[in-house]
């Protein structure tokens, strides 16, 4: 079965700090998407980035980056210099090809606070 | 940037009432999506549709729930019977032909309040 953790609710941080969200995952399937997505304060959804199960590599975008990890089953974010405007929930997703690349599993969300 | 756009933004309704919920993907996308989130709690998938049928859904989507494309730019979800527990964020979500697993583009959803 899928599943998607976050163990972290709430975090808060003072700006300019670098903050962790982590991310693990569970699946049967060895063909799979990982995703985050970020929901700012006006509730929208804003993609972030997909990531396939065969590419470990890990990805650099500005002041975001993601660490996969498949030994550890695990899609960590990180963001470096935070800023007010980073704060927002986040959230971890998975699809398979099992279950179905249609049907994208959220995790719970971290809520993230950058304090100015 | 193309937009997925929901209307209404808010939906307030009696228990035992329809709702129709609209949406308009974007507009070079076939796959569709809704997915509905409880307030304080994880999204979650409700059903995805692709030419006029659909593709998949989920446990929650039961005989009340429905989806319809109409015409050649809506994709409504239709609630038959309105339970308390149908109230959430709902979201549309579309995606595009040659990048279907890729990137779902959401709109900024409705909230259905049901009394």
């Known amino acids: 079965a899928q599943k998607v953790t976050q163990a972290q609710t709430e975090i808060s941080v003072v700006e300019k700090e670098d903050v962790t969200l982590d991310c693990v995952y569970e699946?049967?399937?060895?063909?799979?998407?990982l995703f985050w997505y970020k929901q700012p304060p006006s509730g929208e959804l804003v993609f972030l980035i997909r990531r396939n199960s065969f590419d470990e590599q890990n990805e650099i975008s500005g002041r975001y980056s993601w660490n996969f990890q498949k030994s550890t089953s695990s899609f960590n974010f990180t963001i470096t210099a935070s800023q007010v405007v980073d704060s927002a929930v986040y959230f971890c997703?998975?699809?398979?090809?099992?279950?179905?690349?249609?049907?994208?599993?959220f995790g719970p969300g971290t809520s993230l606070s950058v304090i100015p | 940037e193309p937009e997925v756009t929901q209307t209404p933004s808010h939906q307030v309704t009696q228990m035992g009432q329809e709702v129709i919920l609209r949406c308009v993907p974007i507009s070079n996308h076939l796959y569709f999506y809704w997915y509905r989130q409880i307030l304080g709690q994880k999204v979650e998938f409700l059903v995805s549709?692709?030419?006029?049928?659909?593709?998949?859904k989920s446990e929650i989507f039961d005989d009340q729930f429905s989806v319809e494309r109409p015409d050649g730019s809506n994709f409504t979800l239709k609630i038959r019977s309105t339970k308390l527990e149908d109230s959430a964020m709902y979201f549309c979500?579309?995606?595009?032909?040659?990048?279907?697993?890729?990137?779902?583009?959401f709109g900024s959803g409705t909230q259905l309040s049901v009394l």
């Open positions: 979500a579309s995606s595009e032909a040659d990048r279907r697993y890729e990137k779902l583009f």
């Open positions: 997703a998975l699809s398979d090809l099992k279950t179905s690349y249609d049907k994208v599993i």
């Open positions: 699946t049967r399937d060895t063909t799979y998407y």
């Open positions: 549709f692709y030419n006029n049928e659909i593709s998949e």
